[in-house]
T-cell receptor
Framework: EAQVTQNPRYLITVTGKKLTVTCSQN?????MSWYRQDPGLGLRQIYY???????DKGDVPEGYKVSRKEKRNFPLILESPSPNQTSLYFC????????????FGPGTRLTVL | SQQGEEDPQALSIQEGENATMNCSYK?????LQWYRQNSGRGLVHLIL?????REKHSGRLRVTLDTSKKSSSLLITASRAADTASYFC???????????????FGQGTILTVHP
């Protein structure tokens, strides 16, 4: 089944404790992206990647890192999480060429205390 | 600022009625997409309309695009309780006829369909 998976689905952590949210897709998509969703603010793009070893900032990259060492994986790294990073995070992927829909993962609900 | 802004923010209707949601955007686009999100879950793609298209249909969905007004509408006909969800428009931009890089989402319309 074609899908985007994220882990963990739920995470409660404390300020300053490094964490990684994994994202994996099995559709051989070149493009992958991370979003955060907050009430009243909709979805905002954090980082995106158009291929292996190619990443770029979205609208709200501060406090986040990403890497794209393999085509299928695009982990989101919070080196020193803060409470304002409490949010619902979505990973998405799509084929790069042309106008294509994005496939979204199920989401990761992160709480930083 | 948000590229896409949906209107209304919330819509409550009875089963069988039509639901219309609008989206406005600010800059030029290559395409406009509509997504659906059930509470707390991932977004699901509904329909994409390209900048050179004016109207598109998919089942009970009808999307229009007016690039001169920088606006789009999503019509759901004969709504069902299962259509209850949040609906987002997203605009794609890029050069050379492709959409790469950023896909910018609006804040969404919360649709409630009462049985």
């Amino acid at each position: 089944e074609a899908q985007v998976t994220q882990n963990p689905r739920y995470l409660i952590t404390v300020t300053g404790k490094k964490l990684t949210v994994t994202c994996s897709q099995n559709m051989n998509h070149e493009y992958m992206s991370w979003y955060r969703q907050d009430p009243g603010l909709g979805l905002r793009q954090i980082y995106y990647s158009m291929n292996v070893e190619v990443t770029d900032k979205g609208d709200v990259p501060e406090g986040y890192k990403v890497s794209r060492k393999e085509k299928r994986n695009f982990p989101l790294i919070l080196e020193s999480p803060s409470p304002n990073q409490t949010s619902l995070y979505f990973c998405a992927s799509r084929r790069l060429a042309g106008d294509n829909e994005q496939f979204f993962g199920p989401g990761t609900r992160l709480t930083v205390l | 600022s948000q590229q896409g802004e949906e209107d209304p923010q919330a819509l409550s209707i009875q089963e069988g009625e039509n639901a219309t949601m609008n989206c406005s955007y600010k800059t030029s686009i290559n395409n406009l997409q509509w997504y659906r999100q059930n509470s707390g879950r991932g977004l699901v793609h509904l329909i994409l309309i390209r900048s050179n298209e004016r109207e598109k249909h998919s089942g009970r969905l009808r999307v229009t695009l007016d690039t001169s007004k920088k606006s789009s509408s999503l019509l759901i006909t004969a709504s069902r309780a299962a259509d209850t969800a949040s609906y987002f428009c997203a605009t794609g931009r890029g050069a050379g006829g492709t959409s790469y890089g950023k896909l910018t989402f609006g804040q969404g319309t919360i649709l409630t369909v009462h049985p």
